[in-house]
């Protein structure tokens, strides 16, 4: 496998769905998650013509940071974010997908403004309410969209969303198209219909994704090959 060859896949698969919907190819944004995978890597598919990369641990990002492996695309945050460590995230990164909480929220507001700067960011929707996931309920996006118009360091760009892993295929479809009409929803209501970020889709299921009205996938696997985790250490599995 190539990482240049598999972004060509990606992409054809991805204007086969946008076409299917009615939906113009440009209009859908491809990160590449690039968790577990080196700096190598992450400048291959930059090579490739990538469109962001997109990384999940604070910690990895930093190092790889310090290794220039993001030159030349906009990174993104799209992991678990510990408020402690807001501040090695803020300021780093083109846009953090993964605000999940109004403490978060308020953290890199606080951290932002410090900086002087405003933090483009996604609010996450955790479309399947599952307990051991972040993110807001589906009935609560709404009045948190509502208090980041308030904070004048950061810019809600849209939503987000990791729903539960499939047991058959197809199954997120109706995950997708609810986290949809909330963005349009919201984006009418609230935002005067600036939001235009609506970040779903991975490997296994972006065509899904794209059909019920996704402008970014998030891929990894299909980019990268499978991640080799650490026996001890599992929270990169999603
Ligand atoms: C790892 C990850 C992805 C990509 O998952 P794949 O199934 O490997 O494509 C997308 N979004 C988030 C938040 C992730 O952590």
Redesign the pocket.
Same mark, same amino acid.
């Given at each position: 496998m190539s990482i240049r060859g598999n972004i060509e896949a990606v992409r054809v698969k991805i204007a086969e769905a946008a076409k299917a919907a009615g939906r113009d190819p440009a209009e859908i944004t491809l990160v590449g #998650?690039s968790?577990m995978n080196d700096a190598a890597a992450c400048r291959e598919a930059i090579a490739a013509g990538i469109d962001a990369l *997109?990384e999940?641990r604070v910690q990895e990002m930093a190092e790889k940071l310090a290794e220039n492996a993001y030159d030349g695309a906009p990174l993104h945050f799209? *992991?678990h974010l510990q408020r402690n460590k807001v501040r090695q995230v803020v300021g780093k990164v083109a846009l953090i997908q %993964?605000v999940g909480s109004d403490p978060l929220l308020d953290e890199i507001e606080k951290q932002a403004e410090k900086l002087g700067i405003v933090q483009d960011i996604l609010l996450e929707v955790n479309v399947g309410g599952e307990e051991a996931k972040s993110g807001f309920a589906p009935g609560e996006i709404s009045t948190a969209a509502g208090r980041a118009k308030t904070l004048p360091h950061v810019r809600l760009r849209g939503l987000m969303t990791?729903p539960p892993i499939e047991t058959t295929s197809g199954e997120n479809l109706t995950n997708f198209q609810k986290v949809n009409r909330l963005y349009v929803d919201i984006n009418q209501k609230l935002y005067d219909n600036t939001f235009d970020i609506l970040s779903m889709g991975? %490997?296994?299921d972006y065509p899904d994704a794209i059909s019920a009205g996704a402008t970014m996938v998030?891929? *990894?696997? #299909?980019i990268f090959g499978h991640?080799v985790y650490p026996a001890t250490n599992q929270e990169?599995t999603?």
């Open positions: #998650a968790k *997109g999940n799209i *992991g %993964s990791v991975m %490997s296994g998030r891929v *990894g696997t #299909a991640r990169g999603v």
